[in-house]
């Protein structure tokens, strides 16, 4: 057997994450440094969902994962109507003219934002701060019923690929986005940073969830990488409750809900709960349980599996 092939492969799972990732970000920069963002951002986006696409045929992480589910409709509704839509919006904020509604202190220097660092230092620090925001919006969706009742469309899916990366209910996806861009405001960051986390967010976030097959090493415990985000898709929880981080880890490696054993992580991925099939379904049925639990109240029913991740270990 020629061993060719069998090096080639290890080498691409070794430089596709890092080289998908910095193409899609020169190329961002090449459409705002030529006033042409949201071109830029577009063929950028389009670059990455493509490339990540292939290699999910050529050399998947999960063969299983790339059998239909039949969540594709959903999960595309969901990105249409939740982050893909939030984040379009605030990416092009300036040029929709809302760039003095979402960041007043940006617009008027007013905050403690260090305007004289070099832009790349300038959305290092963006995307450490904002993080934080999306730290805890993550965490507090798993650790807080009502919101793990919005939060659990996403983690309802039982294979991961580059679809599922927009698979939010929009309470869910509003909220995190308003934790983590509130504390750019209150620092006075200029939309410039507002606009490359949001387009490094999007980036990143189609990558976390791609079904390729990788490997990321020290890259690991900088980013939110595949490798880390699948076992925070595990269905035990010792596994899934871990990893809340967006872009960095950051802060799970401070607060100390930073995971990644060193083994391969489950394939069979999901919740333990019931979720309906159908788009519209899924963004009523968050609403219908506390309906039903409000219903209950004064009753000796227990309506508390309803919405709690009542996932078992493995």
């Known amino acids: 057997m020629n061993p060719a092939p069998a090096r080639i492969r290890y080498l691409m799972s070794c430089l596709s994450w890092p080289v998908i990732f910095l193409t899609a970000v020169i190329i961002t920069a090449i459409g705002f440094g030529a006033g042409a963002p949201v071109l830029g951002f577009n063929i950028a986006y389009l670059m990455l969902a493509l490339s990540l696409y292939i290699l999910e045929q050529v050399m998947p992480h999960e063969r299983e994962w790339n059998e239909d589910d039949g969540q594709t409709f959903a999960s595309l509704a969901?990105?249409?109507?939740?982050?893909?839509?939030?984040?379009t919006l605030f990416i092009f904020s300036a040029a929709l003219g809302l760039s003095s509604f979402i960041s007043p202190a940006a617009e008027s220097g007013y905050g403690l934002w260090p305007r004289d660092w070099p832009l790349i230092a300038q959305v290092a620090l963006g995307l450490s701060a904002a993080e934080l925001g999306l730290y805890w919006g993550h965490r507090l969706a798993h650790e807080w019923p009502v919101l793990w009742r919005f939060h659990a469309i996403h983690h309802s899916v039982v294979r991961l690929w580059i679809l599922n990366t927009g698979r939010f209910h929009f309470i869910d996806s509003l909220k995190s986005i308003l934790m983590a861009m509130g504390i750019l405001m209150v620092l006075g960051a200029p939309m410039e940073v507002f606009h490359w986390v949001a387009a490094i967010t999007a980036f990143i976030g189609m990558l976390t969830h791609c079904n390729v097959e990788m490997r990321f090493g020290p890259l690991s415990y900088i980013f939110n990488t595949p490798g880390l985000h699948r076992w925070h898709h595990s269905r035990d929880l010792r596994e899934g409750n871990k990893n809340y981080g967006e872009n960095l880890v950051l802060w799970d490696l401070l607060f100390g809900t930073f995971f990644n054993e060193n083994r391969r992580p489950p394939v069979n991925i999901g919740i333990g709960e019931y979720m309906p099939p159908g788009f519209l379904q899924q963004l009523v049925w968050p609403f219908q349980v506390?309906?039903?639990?409000?219903?209950?109240?004064?009753?000796?029913?227990?309506y508390e599996a309803l919405s709690s991740r009542n996932q078992v270990a493995e």
Request: proline share 0%.
């Open 78 to 87: 969901h990105t249409l109507t939740s982050k893909g839509t939030v984040q």
């Open 290 to 302: 506390w309906f039903s639990r409000s219903r209950a109240q004064g009753e000796n029913v227990n």
